[in-house]
């Protein structure tokens, strides 16, 4: 009798250990105290935020394999190659340049681009037989309320600094004084539709006479970006921008609906909050 007591005790100490961790239970599906406390972290957001985004991605994985939604290791691999192509990098430079940007290996990079793809198809299914293209009015208009999101710089004149020494650059980076033989440095003026978009993003966040982040340069190496001025585009064509806002129309409608969507499916799901993080 007392050995079965002792049983029972563990029994229920281990099962207290185990719901402890558990912060929200949506449908079958749990949510644990430290998914919803890294979450906070890389999103810079309170506890009730992240609980909301992880509920929703669990409402998202729920509905995924409610409609069989499906996505293959070859789909994986395009849009890996697309990102790549887009960034100027082989795909061997891109998962180094993940790796050291994110710490993400090239197996949870894929699981990444596996999970986005889930997503988008999913979004599909739900969105795209309620959204209708915007007319040129609604263009013209969406121009007119959100000039700053189009009107970009034509080039931007940098100094580049190359080392294979990450913490050298960073050296530079906080003095600007700082001199090393091993730092190559070239003066270049880098077109902005010539660039990777995701260095024209952080070349134009960047103010004048001041250093970007040191970044890998997909070579192995690292670079940073000094930059002394930005030219100005004189005029706008609202013909070549017109994809990009129809783009940006579109995703606001998208999520407008999906939005609402899964709204109304969390207001029907079974939903258990146990407790947030402190």
């Known amino acids: 009798m007392f050995k079965l007591l002792v049983l029972l005790m563990l029994a229920s100490l281990v099962n207290a250990e185990v719901y402890d961790g558990v912060a929200i239970v949506v449908e079958d599906k749990a949510i644990t105290l430290l998914d919803i406390e890294k979450e906070m972290q890389q999103a810079h957001i309170d506890a009730k935020k992240a609980s909301d985004i992880l509920i929703r991605k669990k409402l998202e994985e729920l509905e995924i394999a409610k409609?069989?939604?499906?996505?293959?290791?070859?789909?994986?691999?395009?849009?890996?190659?697309?990102?790549?192509?887009?960034?100027?990098?082989?795909i061997s430079q891109l998962y180094d340049a993940v790796r050291e940007q994110s710490g993400?290996?090239?197996?949870?990079?894929?699981?990444?681009?596996?999970?986005?793809?889930?997503?988008?198809?999913?979004?599909?299914?739900?969105?795209?037989?309620?959204?209708?293209?915007?007319?040129?009015?609604?263009?013209?208009?969406?121009?007119?309320?959100?000039?700053?999101?189009?009107?970009?710089?034509?080039?931007?004149?940098?100094?580049?600094?190359?080392?294979?020494?990450?913490?050298?650059?960073?050296?530079?980076?906080?003095?600007?004084?700082?001199?090393?033989?091993?730092?190559?440095?070239?003066?270049?003026?880098?077109?902005?539709?010539?660039?990777?978009?995701?260095?024209?993003?952080?070349?134009e966040k960047t103010p004048p006479d001041h250093f970007t982040p040191v970044l890998p340069d997909g070579r192995g190496?690292?670079?940073?970006?000094?930059?002394?001025?930005?030219?100005?585009?004189?005029?706008?064509?609202?013909?070549?921008?017109?994809?990009?806002?129809i783009n940006a129309i579109m995703a606001e409608k998208r999520e407008a609906v999906l939005s609402d969507y899964f709204a109304r499916l969390r207001d029907n799901a079974d939903i258990n909050i146990i407790r947030l993080p402190k």
């Open 104 to 203: 993400l290996s090239s197996t949870e990079f894929k699981e990444k681009i596996k999970q986005k793809l889930l997503s988008q198809k999913l979004y599909v299914a739900i969105a795209m037989s309620s959204l209708s293209e915007p007319t040129d009015e609604e263009i013209k208009e969406y121009y007119e309320l959100h000039k700053k999101q189009f009107n970009h710089p034509e080039s931007f004149s940098v100094i580049i600094n190359e080392s294979k020494d990450k913490s050298r650059l960073q050296e530079k980076v906080d003095n600007p004084m700082f001199y090393a033989p091993d730092i190559k440095t070239q003066e270049q003026v880098l077109p902005y539709n010539k660039i990777p978009p995701q260095l024209a993003a952080i070349l």
């Open 221 to 245: 190496g690292f670079m940073c970006c000094y930059v002394k001025s930005t030219t100005k585009s004189k005029k706008v064509d609202l013909k070549k921008l017109k994809p990009q806002i």
């Open 67 to 90: 409609r069989d939604i499906s996505v293959s290791s070859t789909e994986v691999y395009d849009d890996i190659k697309k990102m790549a192509e887009a960034n100027g990098l082989t």
